[in-house]
């Protein structure tokens, strides 16, 4: 295919009433496994999520918040009432501004709280109010929604702070989208970008699981296509059959997400084939911006599966094509080398990736590149990069310029996402069939673990966006030339 291809709250603020206590290219066969240190098996791991602080049932939690014994005070909300204590609710923002201020309630027995958040429920008010009388709280993470709700909206920061604890301690790639989208509404700004970082990391996993894909809004896809640190396996061409899956789910919403992988390719290719092009091309404009196509049409199969396709217009693959061919002359004819910003490399750049089950292994990704194989090899001591050029045949190492520079990033992951080496934006000028190495490896790094490289080494054409603008402006002039 085409080229390239991881609380205690502080007790009442207040004093107390008296008697109230708070309380591949080369891979030798048997090569064995590195150790590193044991991991949780993931039975520990759901155990360790499903812990919750311990509730302190001493004498004020049960007599006065579940008894409700010399409650002075009735709190009607979410087609429920609790008996409580002006003196403890005062602890909560909400209350403390409601009874020390001049609202009608400081001085009724009653407060009538009526709540639009449709995520605030009576079991989450509960467990906010119920701190009030506790040192501690419980916090069950399949509920933690209802309680942050409850917290954010009366204002206890106590409680806040502890969901926040305790979702960054959970997060995992099954909840991380759920825990992005509360930690967004709610003002976790830690949890958002941890939650964030682990779908980027990730993101190659959730290109194969279709219920996490599905989940993924339109503006979560556009921030995830778009960031630097978006990390896939194998390439561009990859993130392009993901978006027409996730198109084809969004449009077709009632599909089964659980068929065959064939039969479920069928779906997507019926539909787009019964479906208009520039219908999907207005609609989808800033998804398929966000797809490097030119980083694709590098190889005569991906171009015919594209057109195929027929999501993007015949017209705008040829003229991307076409001026995919002069780049390739111009960037071989001049002797100048590739100068670019941190900024537009990470805009431009190949995106590519490769999980790997064991070392060492050394492979390339397929599809024309300017005339340059580039070589990754990791074993169980470093991971390198290598121009061939004369070593190995190659169908597509034809270049034998004695010099290109790379602009190169290279990123190691272990099976969590999480990095375990990243070069950053390098620059290297390589000879032909010169090898380069960029990490060392230690005991620490086990497999799996997945590999991730973006690099540049010649001019890229004008991006998508420009192609696909250009044509709806075109498209336009035509529709208005024609009216008159």
Sequence with gaps: MGLGQSTSRSPSREELPAGHLVMDVYEPAGSPLKRGRKRKTSKEKEVETKKIAKLDTAYVYQTLFIQGVNSDIVISACGREWHVHKVYLKQ??????????????????????????????????????????????????????????????????????????????????????????LSTRYGLNDVRE???????????????????????????????????????????????????????MRECPNCNLFDSPEVFSTNV?????????????????????????????LSSETIKIIKNDGLIPKSIIDEMTSALWMSLLENEETPKTLEISDEDFFKRCFRLGRALESVPKCWRWTGFNSGVDILLHLNDYSVCIKRNCLNQKAPYSVSLKSKHLLHYRLVVCDSNGHVVNDSGKATWDMAPDEAKTIFRITEETVVPLSVHFQFLIQKPIDSTQYYLNKYLREKETNQDNFEK
């Design 92 to 181: 909560a923002k909400y209350f403390e501004s409601m009874f020390d201020g001049v609202w009608a309630e400081a001085k009724s027995g009653r407060v009538s709280i009526e709540i639009a958040d449709p995520s605030i429920n009576a079991d989450g008010l509960n467990a906010v109010l119920g701190s009030l009388y506790n040192n501690e709280i419980e916090i069950d993470l399949e509920k933690i929604e209802g309680t942050l709700a409850a917290a954010s909206y009366l204002v206890l920061n106590s409680v806040i702070e502890r969901c926040a604890e305790m979702m960054a301690e959970a997060l995992s790639i099954e909840n991380a989208i759920n825990f992005l989208d």
């Design 194 to 248: 941890q939650s964030r970082g682990l779908l980027l990391h990730n993101f190659w996993k959730i290109m194969n699981d279709r219920s996490k894909l599905k989940q993924i809004d339109r503006g979560l896809m556009i921030t995830l296509l778009n960031s630097p640190n978006l990390f896939i396996c194998e390439g561009e061409y990859d993130i392009y059959k993901t978006i027409k899956q996730w198109i084809y």
């Design 269 to 297: 290719s019926k539909f787009l084939e019964n479906s208009e092009t520039d219908y999907l091309l207005t609609k989808y404009m800033d998804i398929l911006s966000s797809i490097r196509f030119e980083k694709i049409l």
